[in-house]
Every structure is written in structure tokens, then in C-alpha cells.
């Protein structure tokens, strides 16, 4: 079942909120009343430390749930702040909670969009793990671009990549800037081009 069609499952119509970019769509240590679905837009969920830095410890994009854990919290564990101006679904917690009880085709529904979020998470990590910003790089973009593919679209700007892939921006640029001179790839309008296989 797709995204889409899992929405338009739910027991009762999911209302939408419009969010400016900037704004917060929850607290950490707000009372959890509902789960998200982006329609549109990005969203970041970000953590504060002890210390008072903030940790993205996601990037939720159009077509992903996000803040599943809190259907088993009482509080939410981040902020949401919205990326760029995003229309957000709505789906309530108690309504969530009632149609798992319900309806098996429905949570095997549900269960499908979290395993490909999963698998998505896992890949991110696995990127993660890569020392070399060359090779985390290459890596994400021989992912992001498939088998038949050159070009990996960007989903935002350099800084946001820089920040999916856990690098400084300045490490960012200067190895694109290597693999550029090197001939390895390319800097198209809004993505990557790899000019040689890697």
C-alpha cells in the first residue's frame, strides 16, 4: 500500500496544518497528541543536548510519517521545525491506537511505511560509518542516483546534504571540490552528475 493510499485508510480524515519555515510544529517535552505525515515540504527533528547543541536526528521529507515513537510516549523526545514552508498531516494518536485494534489490513499498512523507513534509516547509517568523505560521498551517490542514472538531485542545498552526511559544509566543499578536479563529477543545476564510473 503507498503513502497516499495509507492516509486516505485512516479511520477519519487527517486534517492538514500549514507551517512557515521556522516554525515549530512540536516542543521536546510536549504532550504527544498525534503523529505526522509531511504532504508537502521538509521538516527537521532536532534534539538538544546538555550542552545546549542541537542534534538533526532526522530530516522528514514529503511522503514520510515522523515521530512513530511517540505513539508509545507520553512526551515528544525533539523539536519539529519546519525547513522550508510544509503542509503536514495530522494523525491522531488515539485514533492511531483505536484502528491498530481494528483493522489487521490497516496495520499491516502502517507496518509497510515504517519497514521502508527503516531500510532508509539503515542506509543512512551505513553512510554514516564510512570514514572517508570521498568515499561516504560516492557512496551516496551512486545510492542516490540508481542503475541507470548520472544524476543525484539535490533535495535542498549543499549545507543540507553536508548535514545528511554528518560533514562540515567546508568538508563537503572541498571534496567536491577534489572530485571535481579530478573529473569524477559535476555540479549541475539542483544536483550531481557523475561523469565516470566510481
Given at each position: 500500500?503507498?503513502?497516499?493510499?495509507l492516509?486516505?485508510?485512516?479511520?477519519?480524515?487527517?486534517?492538514?496544518?500549514?507551517?512557515?519555515?521556522?516554525?515549530?510544529?512540536?516542543?521536546?517535552?510536549?504532550?504527544?497528541?498525534?503523529?505526522?505525515?509531511?504532504?508537502?515540504?521538509?521538516?527537521?527533528?532536532?534534539?538538544?543536548?546538555?550542552?545546549?547543541?542541537?542534534?538533526?536526528?532526522?530530516?522528514?521529507?514529503?511522503?514520510?510519517?515522523?515521530?512513530?515513537?511517540?505513539?508509545?510516549?507520553?512526551?515528544?523526545?525533539?523539536?519539529?521545525?519546519?525547513d522550508?514552508?510544509?503542509?503536514?498531516?495530522?494523525?491522531?494518536?488515539?485514533?492511531?491506537?483505536?484502528?491498530?485494534?481494528?483493522?489487521?489490513?490497516?496495520?499491516?499498512?502502517?507496518?509497510?511505511?515504517?519497514?521502508?523507513?527503516?531500510?532508509?534509516?539503515?542506509?543512512?547509517?551505513?553512510?554514516?560509518?564510512?570514514?572517508?568523505?570521498?568515499?561516504?560521498?560516492?557512496?551516496?551517490?551512486?545510492?542516490?542516483?540508481?542503475r541507470?542514472?548520472?544524476?543525484?538531485?539535490?533535495?535542498?542545498?549543499?549545507?543540507?546534504?553536508?548535514?545528511?552526511?554528518?560533514?562540515?559544509?567546508?568538508?563537503?566543499?572541498?571534496?567536491?571540490?577534489?572530485?571535481?578536479?579530478?573529473?569524477?563529477?559535476?555540479?549541475?543545476?539542483?544536483?550531481?552528475?557523475?561523469?565516470?564510473?566510481?
Amino acid at each position: 500500500m503507498a503513502f497516499e493510499q495509507l492516509i486516505a485508510a485512516l479511520p477519519s480524515v487527517a486534517p492538514t496544518r500549514e507551517l512557515a519555515a521556522g516554525q515549530a510544529l512540536f516542543r521536546q517535552g510536549d504532550a504527544v497528541t498525534a503523529i505526522f505525515a509531511v504532504e508537502r515540504g521538509r521538516l527537521r527533528l532536532i534534539r538538544h543536548t546538555v550542552d545546549d547543541r542541537k542534534v538533526v536526528l532526522h530530516t522528514a521529507r514529503g511522503g514520510e510519517l515522523f515521530a512513530e515513537a511517540a505513539l508509545f510516549s507520553d512526551t515528544y523526545h525533539c523539536d519539529a521545525i519546519a525547513d522550508l514552508a510544509s503542509r503536514i498531516r495530522v494523525l491522531s494518536k488515539p485514533e492511531l491506537l483505536a484502528a491498530f485494534r481494528t483493522d489487521a489490513a490497516f496495520v499491516l499498512a502502517f507496518m509497510g511505511v515504517l519497514a521502508r523507513q527503516v531500510m532508509a534509516l539503515r542506509t543512512r547509517l551505513e553512510l554514516r560509518s564510512i570514514r572517508s568523505a570521498r568515499e561516504r560521498l560516492l557512496q551516496h551517490l551512486l545510492l542516490a542516483v540508481g542503475r541507470s542514472g548520472r544524476t543525484a538531485r539535490l533535495d535542498g542545498s549543499l549545507m543540507d546534504l553536508a548535514a545528511e552526511l554528518g560533514f562540515t559544509h567546508e568538508t563537503l566543499y572541498r571534496t567536491l571540490a577534489e572530485l571535481e578536479g579530478e573529473g569524477v563529477l559535476e555540479r549541475v543545476d539542483g544536483g550531481l552528475r557523475l561523469l565516470k564510473p566510481v
